[in-house]
């Protein structure tokens, strides 16, 4: 077991000492579960709302979604064996007596996930106010034993649940209160750690259904799609009948997702808040196989901050004050290292009310902001007066909310998913898993009903959101002459221009308008390339006799024109655009038509054999005994600069392709050495190696910063960026291959790898 000097700081060693007696010591600082009726006193809400309890234990426990349907029903879904693998390799661990203290994230063993697996699954249940109390008190089960459930929505009289591998259909056909039709309308998604799946179906303004993407998964089947669907790594929506499928732009990174009422999207990641999809739905980015896509979703704002007024729960406290942990989640983000005050855990948007509303539940909140429009984007702003505070916070840090939803009477439903602990076991440090527990609480949940005192009537959309969503929604046929002369007016909302530009389709001179009059508004240069597939040269010389606001467009034309590679076209363009941006671009690609010296195709990189890794291992003994020795700083600083900062970058030094490594100064020694001896050990999320053949004939091999439809952006070692079209390229995923080379210990002696990592080490 390895230990360092962190971790023989004197409140670890009364830890360990208590362990080397055969007892796991039990901590007496753990926050206890309190009743329905004594947490509901805890909640802080503005003035002009209240709180009330819908459902609670024993009648509902881990609740991850609620809806109702057009008879006034309440159904719930819940979501059973969350950390349930993560509990059995501790109570394994905990017969050897011993604290786990090495620094380090890791998944529970085989045996404990196989174990966990009889407790993993999903319920529906539909709840009944018998006595008209306004809480629920009975509970028919309308599913059971279904995959974990993350979510329903009703539809076609039933219900949509989001279980994967599968998409359900509910449906009580008789009237009596229970579901006799139970069908599979889709299959074949991706399932992965319980911390995610395919999730949280919504109703779109466009009648479709739309689901968080979940993992990564094969070909979606079901009984009435015409063929086989593959999906990207996208959210998607579906026909409720189950007639189709498809990808749509932007995904959340949690679960959850919201609509304004003019169709704009939201979804969120772990850290932010609110990421605001772009406003190009997917099927018009395919359009133009020759036209790279733009980021499909983005943070909406930079506010990060947090303020719960719950205590943190002592393990996050603990992981905070060890140095080494923290360092080790620090490399990260700070937030992840943090005990509390960012956003950790951000799920379940909801637009209630004119506003957004977020869940926080690691930090116990529910955060809300104001909807801005700024151009074509939407921006998200926090609500004066609570610049420094949250909308919903609670005292119970039993409190956690992961899914919001309107309830019929206009109030917003809190599925409180009510535990101990809410966070993935894996982040919690081992020897803290071991003390507390990872699953306390998993026979309790709650539903909350906020309610707001005044009234307030749902804002339809503007003239220009209604027209917005209904080109959307035609199917791309041919603008109508009364549309088609707003492509001319130089008066326009930013978010019809955007989509008049999209629709218009091959009509050049209504995108020739458009461009002049409208090209500076962010994607405007990408929906017109969505539209001039063919017309790209035509648009670009057009443009550059009277160019007017269409400098970003015409380098977007020059750059698909200098993408296709051929060399006729582009000295066409050149004879006509000779300076600027777009002239560069053109003069570049036309220097790339010239094809490349014949060179022989290098190997494609492959994971280390099991007989490399052995001898590796053999290595590492003689590294740990240079480790001990005087480190020579300025050698490792030479090392790392020569060596590895082309992908990292540490003490002002490198370059970001993979990982920073500025907080590597409090790890472990032992841990950063199997990250240089063993780069494919643990290659971070993130970080897939892609290795991509160009029709010019090029070998590249980089991290995706971005990916669409049509292209993906490699991030190259030095720090350069590429972007390829699919079209033009071979892209493959290396699984289980850094793009850090494997074979260090062998091309450096023990003393320069010990240096390297007493380098990394050192104060900055």
């Known amino acids: 077991m390895i230990h360092s000097a962190s971790l023989r700081s004197s409140a670890l060693a009364l830890l360990s000492a208590a362990a080397v007696h055969g007892e796991i010591p039990k901590p007496d600082d753990a926050p206890q579960p309190l009743s329905p009726a004594e947490s509901a006193k805890l909640f802080q809400v503005p003035a002009g709302y209240r709180i009330r309890l819908l459902a609670s234990e024993p009648l509902i426990r881990e609740p991850s979604g609620i809806c109702w349907d057009d008879k006034g029903r309440c159904f719930v879904c819940e979501l059973h064996g969350y950390n349930v693998e993560g509990q059995y390799d501790i109570e394994e661990l905990n017969k050897s007596g011993q604290l786990d203290l090495e620094v380090r994230r890791i998944q529970a063993s085989e045996a404990a996930k196989k174990k966990a697996e009889a407790e993993t699954y999903g319920t529906v249940k539909l709840l009944r106010d018998t006595d008209g109390d306004g809480v629920m008190d009975k509970a028919i089960v309308w599913a059971d034993r279904l995959p974990p459930c993350y979510g329903i929505a009703t539809a076609n009289g039933g219900l949509l649940v989001a279980c994967a591998p599968h998409i359900v259909f509910l449906k009580d056909s008789d009237g009596d209160d229970k579901a006799d039709v139970n069908e599979k309308l889709f299959t074949g998604f991706g399932t992965g750690n319980l911390e995610r799946g395919i999730n949280a179906p919504t109703l779109g303004p466009d009648g479709w259904y739309y689901f968080g993407r979940g993992w990564a998964g094969g070909q979606i089947t079901g009984p009435h799609l015409a063929q086989p669907v593959t999906l990207p790594a996208t959210d998607f929506r579906i026909r409720a009948d189950g007639s189709a499928i498809e990808p749509v732009s932007g995904s959340t990174k949690t679960m959850g997702m919201a609509f304004t009422p003019g169709g704009e999207r939201f979804v969120c990641t772990t850290t932010h808040p609110g990421l605001y999809v772009t406003p190009i739905p997917w099927r018009y980015l395919t359009r133009n196989p020759d036209a790279a896509a733009p980021l499909l979703d983005a943070p909406a704002s930079d506010d990060t901050r947090v303020y719960p007024i719950s205590k943190p729960h002592p393990w996050r406290t603990k992981r905070e004050q060890h140095a080494e942990y923290f360092a080790f989640y620090r490399k990260i983000s700070l937030s992840d290292a943090a005990a509390s005050g960012y956003f950790t855990s951000a799920c379940g948007p909801l637009v209630w009310r004119g506003q957004y509303f977020v869940c926080e539940p690691a930090q116990n909140l529910i955060h809300r902001a104001n909807i801005v429009r700024d151009g074509t984007r939407m921006r998200l702003e926090r609500e004066k007066g609570e610049e420094h505070s949250e909308f919903l916070a609670s005292r119970d840090s039993w409190f956690h909310p992961m899914s919001l939803a309107r309830t019929p009477q206009g109030g917003m439903a809190i599925c409180d998913f009510y535990r101990e602990i809410i966070e993935d076991y894996s982040a919690i440090p081992r020897h803290l898993q071991q003390q507390y527990g990872v699953i306390n609480g998993h026979d309790r949940g709650r539903i909350w009903i906020l309610e707001a005192k005044q009234p307030y009537d749902t804002p339809q959309p503007t003239s220009s959101e209604a027209l917005v969503l209904k080109l959307r929604s035609a199917d791309d046929q041919p603008l109508d002459a009364a549309t088609r002369t707003l492509c001319f007016s130089k008066d ?24 002049r009059n409208h090209g500076q508004l962010k994607w405007m240069d990408a929906a017109i390339a969505s539209s001039a597939h063919h017309l790209e040269k035509d648009l670009l010389l057009a443009l550059a006799t009277e160019p007017g606001q269409s400098q970003p467009v015409m380098t977007n034309l020059a750059g698909i024109i200098a993408s296709r590679g051929n060399a006729q076209e582009i000295s066409g363009c050149l004879a006509v655009v000779t300076s600027d941006k777009a002239g560069e671009i053109l003069r570049l690609g036309l220097e790339e038509t010239k094809p490349l010296p014949q060179q022989a195709e290098p190997p494609m990189p492959a994971a280390p054999s099991a007989e490399q890794n052995a001898a590796w291992e053999k290595r590492v003994p003689a590294v740990l005994a240079a480790l001990k020795q005087k480190p020579n700083l300025e050698e490792g600083r030479v090392l790392f600069q020569s060596i590895c900062g082309s992908c990292h970058k540490s003490h002002g030094i490198g370059v970001s392709v993979g990982p920073d490594l500025d ?29 991509v053949k160009t029709q010019r004939g090029e070998t590249l091999l980089g991290i995706a910063a971005s990916d669409s439809p049509t292209s993906v952006t490699l991030r190259l070692p030095g720090g350069a960026e590429r972007t390829v079209l699919r079209k033009r390229a071979e892209i493959r995923t290396l699984r289980n291959v ?25 104060a900055p």
């Open 738 to 762: 850094s793009l850090m080379p494997a074979g260090l210990g062998d091309a450096l002696k023990p003393e320069q790898v010990a240096s390297i990592i007493a380098f990394l080490r050192s």
């Open 492 to 515: 326009l909302e930013p978010s019809l221009a955007l989509q008049l530009a999209l629709s218009a389709g091959a009509d050049k001179e209504a995108l020739l308008a458009l461009a």
């Open 663 to 691: 907080a590597e100064f409090q790890r472990a020694p032992e841990v950063i050495l199997r990250d240089v001896l063993f780069p494919s050990e643990a290659a971070r999320p993130g970080y897939e190696t892609l290795h």
